[in-house]
């Protein structure tokens, strides 16, 4: 009986689009809004919940791999532009300790200066200017 209902889910889910970054998003979304509804019983949530539920398994079982495949990709571009930018401040954050970062006054193009060098003279490697700070 298990290997007829393994051959059985297999054969089912040949052809179909299966899960993907955006579908296990929502899923997980859908468990974060049960939870809540939990706590607040609030109908509009639970309903929310159901909409995100109904998707994300719509999403699993369509046949239709090219539109599945843009929506994926979509959301994995917004997800990438999100994680870039908490990663520039990450890496921000851990040089603060060990670097200065200025502005050219003229091009705004950002230098890294070492600290604990005292007053120096910056020369800005796209426009040339030279100024002064303290690192």
């Given at each position: 009986?298990?290997?007829?209902?393994s051959?059985f889910?297999?054969?089912?889910?040949?052809g179909?689009?299966?899960?993907?970054?955006?579908?296990r998003?929502?899923l997980?979304?859908?468990?974060?809004?049960?939870?809540?509804?939990?706590?607040?019983?609030?109908?509009?949530?639970?309903?929310?919940?159901?909409?995100?539920?109904?998707?994300s398994?719509?999403?699993m079982?369509?046949?239709?791999?090219?539109?599945?495949?843009?929506?994926?990709?979509?959301y994995?571009?917004?997800?990438?532009?999100?994680?870039?930018?908490?990663?520039?401040a990450?890496?921000?954050a851990?040089?603060?300790?060990?670097?200065?970062?200025y502005?050219?006054?003229s091009?705004?193009q950002k230098?890294?200066?070492p600290r604990?060098?005292?007053?120096?003279?910056i020369?800005?490697?796209?426009?040339?200017?030279?100024?002064?700070k303290?690192s």
């Amino acid at each position: 009986m298990r290997r007829k209902l393994s051959d059985f889910f297999s054969n089912f889910m040949s052809g179909r689009y299966g899960s993907d970054d955006l579908s296990r998003f929502t899923l997980a979304a859908c468990l974060v809004l049960l939870i809540i509804n939990i706590f607040t019983s609030q109908p509009i949530i639970y309903l929310l919940a159901l909409i995100l539920l109904v998707w994300s398994y719509f999403r699993m079982f369509s046949r239709n791999y090219v539109q599945r495949s843009a929506e994926n990709e979509k959301y994995m571009n917004i997800i990438q532009s999100i994680r870039g930018r908490f990663g520039k401040a990450e890496r921000r954050a851990k040089q603060s300790k060990d670097y200065h970062i200025y502005k050219c006054p003229s091009c705004g193009q950002k230098i890294r200066i070492p600290r604990g060098k005292g007053k120096i003279c910056i020369t800005c490697p796209k426009c040339r200017k030279e100024f002064q700070k303290r690192s």
